[in-house]
């Protein structure tokens, strides 16, 4: 048995006798299985181990990740038929030995798409991730948050046998550099989310420019408190990712108005953006967006009612921008039906920012008409 992942003789026993009993006599397995809107009839499966490929994958889809694994070592026709057809796992539920567990699979699940190894505490050293590398070549999707041990060997090691990722999760890995993170973009040109959330030694200026130069389908991005992030790299970004559609910047406390001007117009797509504790942003930012909107907005949106709530910014968060002021943030939220200030839809977020208590929303304007309408009762 493998780590965690320890399971009797007797629970399988068990687990297949309850497979067989499912909705009781000929509806079970000896009685003929539905696959695919067909019956297989015929089939008499009196071990566990004698389950067709095809009904295996379908059971292991209904199961926990660390029994997936258990079922895996059953016997050969198990092991072959799971780690083909496996293309998901997730491992954050092996608080132990997580490291030695990833070695042992990574040979076995080859076909793996999706791997998520998020860490309560850090288990995970390079030497996994170089194990994932090199058997995991159709991995798309990859979460490593939380692995304070890795170092840039495993950022250098990526890309080689990973070069078709989608999806990266490196929050919290404080050890990873901006160098190590500009190699792996020059392989890794496919990225479309990507989470940086406190990873100040690897989200830089330079870092940035690296991801504005190759990586032009990016999409998401979260910069988090990532506090070495100037104008430079997000205007490369700007430029560079004309596809963005969320944007953490939150905490990056040495950007200014220039990053959010060139998001304004070069992201046109940009649906979500955190500027919480931005406090160099000023009414200019918030007026670049503004224009940004009534220059790009299709004139065929006017004459069609509710579609302009569709486009344009969704989630905007101010708090801690001090500086602005409530024309300059009223302004943005008449130019974008989507921003509300309204109770239980607070996509517009503006705490701390005391001064900007008097901006609302049309519809908390509206709400607050109705409630101020008294009518007088009937004599």
């Given at each position: 048995?493998l780590g965690e992942a320890k399971l ?180 890794c040109r496919k990225l479309k989310i ?186």
């Amino acid at each position: 048995m493998l780590g965690e992942a320890k399971l009797g003789s007797e629970d399988l026993n068990q687990c297949f006798e309850r497979l067989l009993m499912v909705g009781g006599g000929n509806s079970g397995i000896a009685g003929g299985i539905s696959q695919g809107g067909k019956k297989m009839e015929g089939l008499v499966v009196t071990e566990w181990k004698d389950i067709p490929m095809e009904l295996l994958l379908r059971i292991v889809s209904l199961v926990d990740d660390r029994t997936v694994i258990v079922a895996s070592g059953v016997c050969s026709g198990w092991r072959d038929a799971i780690c083909l057809g496996l293309t998901h796992l997730c491992l954050s539920w092996c608080k132990n030995n997580m490291n030695n567990l990833l070695l042992s699979l990574a040979p076995k699940f080859t076909k793996l798409e999706t791997l998520v190894l998020r860490q309560a505490k850090p288990q995970l050293e390079d030497n996994a991730v170089e194990a994932i590398a090199s058997y995991c070549h159709n991995l798309q999707d990859l979460d490593l948050s939380k692995s304070f041990k890795l170092s840039d060997c495993s950022l250098y090691a990526l890309p080689h046998g990973c070069p078709n990722l989608t999806k990266l999760n490196i929050s919290g890995c404080t050890a990873f550099t901006d160098s190590a993170l500009e190699y792996l973009t020059g392989f890794c040109r496919k990225l479309k989310i990507l989470n940086l959330c406190g990873c100040v030694k690897t989200a830089t200026d330079r870092a940035l420019q690296a991801i504005g130069q190759n990586c032009s389908q990016l999409q998401s991005l979260n910069l988090g408190w990532c506090e070495n992030v100037g104008d430079l790299g997000v205007v490369s970004l700007a430029y560079g990712c004309p596809d963005l559609r969320t944007l953490d910047l939150c905490g990056c406390v040495c950007i200014t108005d220039d990053s959010v001007i060139a998001l304004a117009y070069r992201c046109l797509h940009l649906r979500s953006l955190g500027l919480y504790y931005c406090r160099n942003i000023t009414d200019r930012a918030m007026y670049s967006l503004v224009h940004s909107r009534v220059k790009n907005k299709p004139p065929m949106w006017q004459s069609m009612k509710g579609r302009c709530d569709e486009e344009g910014l969704r989630s905007l968060n101010i708090s801690q921008c001090t500086a602005l002021t409530p024309p300059a943030v009223q302004a943005l939220c008449d130019s974008f039906p989507a921003l509300h200030t309204c109770s239980g839809r607070h996509s517009l977020v503006m705490s701390g920012c005391l001064n900007l208590t008097s901006v609302h929303c049309a519809c908390a304007v509206q709400a607050h008409r109705t409630m101020s309408y008294v009518p007088h009762p009937a004599h």
